[in-house]
């Protein structure tokens, strides 16, 4: 019996390592590499074909708009044991598969995730919120997608601020970009990067300190 057991124990790690690496592809283009992993054997073919081209075409851009220096070998995991939408680390963006079950029309997750990856903040001095908030900016303004996923930057109500993060603050950044200063965004976002932000760059920047730009737009926030 304790042989059986054993050889059971073999079978089972050998099968588990065959499904791993059946379940890997490398895939190469603009001189950039995606390594597509998945656990989740119901993985619907077209989805993960749409997720791998989204990539290849918002990286190259996202990469040439803030970071040339970005990663050139990125890698996707989708888990079934991953309870959030979407995560990234260390190059690796992990998806839920019961959100890509649920919302396969929200390919631009991809596109938000990959900016995380392009950001390279580190231990970065700027809050939380600026993060998401940049990073949605780049999904509304290189997203694929966001009409099929019904995905669009709030009208602004009484009780949004700037420090909401996500969709709020990137239609603040858009209106910004359109009203302000052009180019805003992705100076804030490069120092970010080299650990020089400072809350003062927004009045360097466009002559006004935060505050002061969110009190405008209050006032007029068509974008």
Known sequence: MKRTSVLILLFTIISASLFHLQAQEMIKRKGYTLTFESNFAALDPQLKKRMIETFFEVYPKLAKEYNPKTLKTVKFFVDTTYKGVAATANGVVTYSSIWMVKHPEDIDVVTHEVMHIVQDYGKSVGPGWLTEGIADYARYKFGVDN??????????????????SYRITARFFAWIEKNVKAGTIKAVDASLRDHSYKADIWTKLTGKDLDTLWSDYIKNSEI
């Open 147 to 164: 009409a099929g996923a019904k995905w669009t930057l709030p009208a602004l109500k009484p009780e949004h601020t700037y420090k909401n």
